[in-house]
Every structure is written in C-alpha cells, then in structure tokens.
C-alpha cells in the first residue's frame, strides 16, 4: 500500500513551532523538542460520554478504553487535528458541536525522542448509538459510558490516559 508519509510539526519547550518537522512516529527529538497529540473528550447533553475500545493489535495498550484523539499533522492547528481526529474515529459530524479547549498536559520521555504534548477538548453534541461509526482499523467496540463506568475502567488499569483527563469528564455537563 502506497500510502502518503505523514508529518509533525516539532515544538520547544514553551509549545512554539520551531519551523521543522519529524515524519510520524520516528522517535529523533531532542531534549525539550515536542510534537503535538489531541484528545477529544465526546459528551452528550445527558452526561453520557462517547469512549472507545482500541484494537487488539495496537502496539501500546491493546483493548483498553479510551477517547478520540492522534497526533496533530504538521500544519495543522489543535483544534483542526481533534477535530479531524473525533470525526475520522468515530465518523460524528463535529460541524456543529459545541467545541472547548480544556487544558493541555506534557509527557517527557529523555533520551527516547519522543516527548509530547496533549491538547485535550471537550466536545458536546446530541447523537445516538446509530450516529457512531467507529473507525474499524483503529477500534474494535465503542460504549456510551456515565463517570461511574469511565472510573470502573480506571480502576481496573484498562482507560488509556484517565490520570491525565480524568478533569475532562468532571467538567459541568452544559
């Protein structure tokens, strides 16, 4: 399969473009250089919140739960990569959706070229099951799940991230 390299934008320590990219997944940053990943956080108005299962053959955290989201193609913005990311994932129309920014977190990984940093959003939308068209080549189920579900799964170490976004579910539902 002929299939288009992939690009990231690299960053410095203060989240500022440096004007040079990295092909996807090629683990070559330096100490204090980033790229940027996006996780959109899906609620409905009734607090129930859109959460998918990974594929079995994911190399890190097979099965697990967790959000849309991906890393943020080089030029593109925060808001263009998750929004991109919810809706190829999930197949929603976020056209509409009332969309927030919530906080960004950073990983540091020294001397393994792959530091990161995580935009995280909130999005909130009306859809039913039947709106959901998981994106099969990267998840193998999906669950309208309540906080006492999402925690269920943190708790058993199967919530990819909770520790970092957990913030994101406890928000007010609008």
């Given at each position: 399969?002929?299939?288009?390299?992939?690009?990231?934008?690299?960053?410095?320590?203060?989240?500022?473009?440096?004007?040079?990219?990295?092909?996807?997944?090629?683990?070559?940053?330096?100490?204090?250089?980033?790229?940027?990943?996006?996780?959109?956080?899906?609620?409905?108005?009734?607090g129930?919140?859109?959460?998918?299962?990974?594929?079995m053959?994911?190399?890190?955290?097979?099965?697990?739960?967790?959000?849309?989201?991906?890393?943020?193609?080089?030029?593109?913005?925060?808001?263009?990569?998750?929004?991109?990311?919810?809706s190829?994932e999930?197949?929603?129309?976020?056209?509409?959706?009332?969309?927030?920014?919530?906080?960004t977190?950073?990983r540091?990984?020294?001397?393994?070229?792959?530091?990161?940093?995580?935009?995280?959003?909130?999005?909130?939308?009306?859809?039913?099951e039947?709106?959901?068209?998981?994106q099969?080549?990267?998840?193998?189920?999906?669950?309208?799940?309540?906080?006492?579900?999402?925690?269920?799964?943190?708790?058993?170490?199967?919530?990819?991230?909770y520790?970092?976004?957990?913030?994101?579910?406890?928000?007010?539902v609008?």
């Amino acid at each position: 399969m002929d299939k288009k390299q992939e690009y990231w934008d690299i960053y410095d320590k203060n989240k500022q473009p440096t004007g040079r990219t990295m092909r996807r997944n090629d683990w070559v940053l330096k100490d204090d250089e980033y790229h940027l990943t996006v996780l959109g956080v899906v609620s409905r108005p009734d607090g129930k919140f859109l959460i998918t299962k990974r594929s079995m053959d994911k190399h890190w955290a097979p099965g697990w739960w967790e959000v849309s989201g991906g890393a943020a193609m080089a030029g593109e913005s925060s808001e263009e990569a998750v929004r991109r990311e919810v809706s190829e994932e999930t197949g929603l129309d976020v056209a509409d959706a009332d969309v927030r920014y919530l906080f960004t977190y950073h990983r540091e990984n020294p001397g393994e070229g792959d530091n990161y940093f995580v935009d995280v959003y909130r999005f909130t939308l009306d859809f039913t099951e039947d709106d959901v068209n998981n994106q099969k080549t990267e998840t193998t189920d999906f669950m309208l799940a309540d906080i006492e579900q999402i925690k269920e799964f943190a708790n058993q170490g199967i919530f990819l991230h909770y520790d970092s976004i957990k913030d994101a579910f406890e928000i007010p539902v609008l």
